[in-house]
């Protein structure tokens, strides 16, 4: 990814808050040769090797076959808030348009997950997503019998990727004076965009 030096995350910072908040990534990977694109919710865990992102696809959906943790790399897109910046707003600066935004690339080797391979990486990998995005259904899903919820778990394959590599940016503004940012920031909040205005201001405390 392209990343001018002024919009590179800070060192200080960490991603992850940004991933929590987006979780539906976009899933690039190469099969036969052609990109192969998906767009599914990720959960990142932790595990003794470091950061592990976890999801699932549908067993229909052909890009886990490109899922090979010696030999394939693929990206986890996540794009935060972001907005056009109309240049009505600069009082200073040359009136061109932009768009300020926040990205989160997570790269990695990522393993498929099947039933028949490792049935209880498959229920954790369930468990850990419900958990995470509707704990009351936890109990419901765990209740289900055997044959139901096997059959639910031959039609998905599991993702299991440990991050090797991020990239992140958020263009907000920094190559414009304070005044023109604060400027930006009022406008980007009072449209509703409240949580790229917020952070533009935190930009550059």
Same mark, same amino acid.
């Given at each position: 990814?392209?990343?001018?030096?002024?919009?590179?995350?800070?060192?200080?910072? +960490? #991603?992850?808050?940004?991933?929590? *908040?987006?979780?539906?990534?976009?899933?690039?990977?190469?099969?036969?040769?052609?990109? !192969?694109?998906?767009?599914?919710?990720?959960?990142?865990?932790?595990? =003794?090797?470091?950061?592990?992102?976890?999801?699932?696809?549908?067993?229909?959906?052909?890009? #886990?076959?490109?899922?090979?943790?010696?030999?394939?790399?693929?990206?986890?897109?996540?794009?935060?808030?972001?907005?056009?910046?109309?240049?009505?707003?600069?009082?200073?600066?040359?009136?061109?348009?932009? #768009?300020?935004?926040?990205?989160? /690339?997570?790269?990695? /080797?990522?393993?498929?997950?099947?039933?028949?391979?490792?049935?209880?990486?498959?229920?954790?990998?369930?468990?850990?997503?419900?958990?995470?995005?509707?704990? +009351?259904?936890?109990?419901? #899903?765990?209740?289900?019998?055997?044959?139901?919820?096997?059959?639910?778990?031959?039609?998905?394959?599991?993702?299991?990727?440990?991050?090797? =590599?991020?990239? !992140?940016?958020?263009?907000?503004?920094?190559?414009?004076?304070?005044? +023109?940012?604060?400027?930006?920031?009022?406008?980007? =909040?009072?449209?509703?965009?409240?949580?790229?205005?917020?952070?533009?201001?935190? *930009?550059?405390?």
């Amino acid at each position: 990814m392209y990343i001018p030096r002024k919009f590179k995350l800070r060192a200080d910072c +960490d #991603w992850l808050p940004d991933v929590i *908040v987006n979780p539906f990534a976009t899933v690039v990977s190469l099969h036969e040769q052609a990109p !192969c694109v998906c767009h599914i919710p990720i959960v990142i865990t932790n595990s =003794d090797i470091g950061r592990v992102a976890i999801g699932h696809v549908s067993r229909d959906n052909h890009i #886990w076959k490109s899922w090979h943790p010696e030999t394939s790399q693929s990206c986890l897109v996540f794009t935060g808030p972001n907005a056009y910046v109309s240049p009505m707003t600069y009082q200073d600066a040359i009136p061109v348009p932009t #768009w300020n935004y926040i990205a989160v /690339h997570l790269k990695g /080797h990522p393993v498929p997950v099947h039933f028949d391979d490792d049935p209880s990486e498959l229920h954790m990998i369930m468990d850990t997503l419900i958990t995470h995005f509707e704990p +009351d259904y936890l109990p419901v #899903w765990r209740s289900l019998d055997i044959v139901n919820q096997e059959k639910l778990l031959r039609g998905i394959v599991g993702l299991r990727m440990s991050i090797a =590599d991020v990239e !992140c940016v958020e263009k907000l503004s920094q190559n414009r004076t304070q005044r +023109d940012a604060e400027a930006i920031a009022d406008v980007l =909040d009072a449209a509703g965009q409240t949580a790229l205005a917020v952070r533009m201001v935190e *930009v550059r405390k």
